[in-house]
């Protein structure tokens, strides 16, 4: 499993991960990223691409050994 996060307290939302990858991220009422699913299988191009394109490098994904 992959976890992805987003931190709301670096993120500037400028948009770019969730016009990237709006199946991956999605905006909430301030503009800021929220994961759509926090855990999953595995990570896509478009999500990785997200992640490499947050100009503040708010967005992290790791590897985690189980779902809670
Ligand atoms: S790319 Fe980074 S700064 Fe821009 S909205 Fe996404 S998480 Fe926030």
Do not use: R, W
Request: hydrophobic fraction near 45%; charged fraction near 25%; proline fraction near 6%.
């Amino acid at each position: 499993m992959k976890k992805i996060e987003v931190n709301a307290a670096t993120c500037i939302a400028c948009g770019a991960c969730y016009q990237i990858a709006p199946h991956a991220f999605q905006p909430n009422e301030s503009g800021i990223s929220v994961p759509v699913k926090e855990l999953v299988e595995s990570v896509d191009e478009l999500t990785i691409e997200a992640m490499e394109s947050c100009p503040v490098a708010a967005i992290t994904i790791e590897d985690v050994e189980d779902a809670e």
